[in-house]
């Protein structure tokens, strides 16, 4: 006898896999199940990389990628789609293809171009694909500081405000800058929600200490999640933010460098703590 189909939106994430388990597909599944959502996933590429850094990268085939998406559309509704780290060119083409035949659903891009340790994980031809045809497909995209410059092609002695206009001008339909790039020796962390034809929105948080692995994947598969229960965008960023911000508070080291985000911090530990 078949099950009645659950209520648990699905959430469509795409993106790399990591086998440290800090980025990646498994933050993306954590992050959005613990907000409330089911992950269905395809995988853009494998890497080889630790918690200090990416070592190696291997793609995986776009007709692969597509028959993946084929699959799932197929099978399930999806009610958004987050993306990560695509890996090569022919990924991306196949996510272009993929997100335009499925214009109506939320899009965040989470446009991951280095690793922790510094290794770029996105060429100029990777680059020249997001800015032209995959911003416009995205309601959302989350850069940090560095990636809001270097998408958008600005010095360092660009404002964040001009970065973030001229990806809105891409086509992007907002942008979130996070600050978790920003000088380590400011005490709060300002995030940034540029909309078009409005003001820009800031919201702050308490910096923690250390360096962490995967924050910018469980926030925007966070975002995602809660997109996927139809909250307004401001209100799917502001949940988003709290819980990751607590994720990285509860953060665990399993190897030499980056802390991993406790994306589960809500299972794993006592209900009696503080600020859950």
Known sequence: MQ????????????????????AGIQADIEAIAANGAHAATIVTCLTVQDSCNVLALHPVAAE??????VAIFQDAHISAIKIGLLGSPGATEAVIRIL????KIPVILDPVLAAGGGNRLAGEQIL???CEELLPLCDLITPNTHEARHLSNK???AT???CARHLLAFGAGSVLITGTHDALTN???THRLFIPDESAVTSTCQRLPGEYHGSGCTLASAIAAHLA?????????????DYSWKSLRHGFRIGRCQSLPDRLFRLTRQPSMPNE
């Open 160 to 162: 964040m405000e001009e």
């Open 100 to 103: 335009r035949s499925h214009p």
């Open 3 to 22: 099950e009645e189909s659950s209520t648990l939106p699905v959430v469509l994430a795409i993106g790399g896999h990591d086998p440290c388990g800090g």
């Open 128 to 130: 020249r694909l997001m």
């Open 64 to 69: 692969t990628i597509s028959a993946q998406a």
């Open 155 to 157: 010095s360092e002695s």
């Open 229 to 241: 229960h139809q909250e307004p965008l401001q209100t799917a960023i502001e949940q988003a933010l």
């Open 187 to 189: 005490p709060e962390i």
